[in-house]
């Protein structure tokens, strides 16, 4: 501790020798120039908010207010930095005794100015996404947690570099000790890589229902570093992990253009070529006039006897809907499946069920057990 009382003496002996060099005109300089900018604060908020709005409104994007509630601290913070700072220039301290005031202001001037580009980020995010290449919500998301985590390490190696703490040899302690933290945390890192796959390659967003094979599917809710909630039809709520989703092959079905209809419609082997033929034309009809449905060449539509089965006549109905929704598409499913009742009602055909006729012949011979009986030769 004796460092310290030399130290702390040292510094009371310089202060005792500036109170008695200073002139009450220069300390009145500093205090009224600390009092200008502590005035002046809320209104170059002000001005920075609009200068921010103009910029904003001519790159086509909105500023939230959230965003301006985070700026204008940040830029008010900066004004009264900036008023000490000129301040303590002012009193013109001896080097010792001005060296850790300065810094805690320089500090503070560089915290304000990475604060305010910490709230901007949310901004930068907004005007990748007002691209047309670029418009993906999870894409969004992701560049602005990226921005805002590399802000945040460039402002705290600013702030480390005032203090004179040189930073290369802490980046290579950290270049180590991240080489240790990286084999312990193998499943971390996967799923940091996978997620920004996910994201690059666009392959789902929020708002998504996709369809994992033997893992889940639902609704995306959510989109992390590590994994993504999707929201089950059952409402329960699963975190899947992002390397299992990008090395699981998955079906997005909030991406389809049309929704396929295939069915095999069984008729009975009583109706005629001619009732079959009619049959065929009429579904067709009703396809090809219903706007519910898409029409070739946009998507391909099939009405056709396909099969002879060993209890029924298989006609083929092939087509795609304009619905991909689930509710609209069972809608359209139903007044189809109406239609057709309809119409093969009233060509007089029926339709067929699974059914299996069984034919015996008894031998003439046999007897009561099944068998017949063995004739004996002549002796």
């Not at 320089?106 to 907004?126: R, W």
Request: hydrophobic share 45%.
């Amino acid at each position: 501790m004796d460092w310290f009382h030399q130290a702390l003496s040292e510094v009371q002996a310089q202060a005792m020798t500036w109170t008695d060099t200073v002139s009450p005109a220069r300390l009145l300089a500093c205090l009224s120039i600390i009092a200008l900018f502590w005035l002046f604060r809320r209104g170059y908020g002000s001005l920075t908010i609009t200068i921010l709005r103009a910029a904003c409104r001519r790159l086509g994007i909105n500023i939230s207010d959230s965003v301006e509630t985070s700026i204008r601290p940040a830029a008010e913070l900066f004004v009264v930095g900036l008023g000490l700072l000129i301040g303590l220039k002012v009193l013109d301290l001896q080097a010792s005794l001005a060296f850790y005031p300065e810094k805690v202001v320089q500090s503070v001037l560089v915290a304000a100015v990475f604060s305010g580009l910490y709230a901007t980020c949310d901004l930068l995010a907004d005007l990748v996404y007002s691209q047309p290449a670029y418009r993906s919500k999870p894409r969004n998301i992701w560049i602005n947690r990226t921005a805002k985590v590399i802000t945040a390490f460039v402002g705290i190696a600013a702030v480390l570099k005032v203090w004179g703490v040189d930073i290369g040899p802490l980046l290579t302690g950290m270049g180590v000790a991240g080489a240790a933290v990286a084999l312990a945390a193998q499943d971390i890192l996967k799923n940091l890589l996978a997620g920004i796959t996910n994201v690059s390659e666009r392959r789902f967003g929020v708002g998504d229902w996709i369809l994992a094979e033997g893992v889940t599917e639902g609704t995306v809710e959510d989109m992390d570093f590590r994994s993504t909630q999707v929201r089950r039809f059952d409402k329960a709520l699963v975190h899947v992990s992002n390397a299992e989703l990008a090395n699981t092959p998955l079906v997005n079905f909030s991406r389809m253009t049309h929704r396929r209809i295939y069915w095999k419609i069984n008729i009975t082997y009583a109706t005629t070529t001619g009732q079959l033929s009619a049959i065929c034309k009429a579904i067709d009809a009703y396809l090809a006039d219903n706007e519910d449905f898409v029409q070739p060449p946009d998507a391909l539509r099939l009405v056709r006897v396909d099969a002879l089965g060993d209890s029924a006549v298989g006609i083929l109905v092939y087509c795609f809907t304009h619905a991909t929704g689930y509710e609209r598409f069972t809608a359209v499913q139903e007044r189809l499946a109406l239609e057709i009742k309809t119409i093969v009602s009233k060509s007089g055909g029926a339709f067929a069920f699974p059914s299996r006729s069984i034919y015996i012949e008894a031998a003439p011979e046999a007897g009561p057990d099944g068998f017949v009986p063995s004739k004996k030769a002549d002796s």
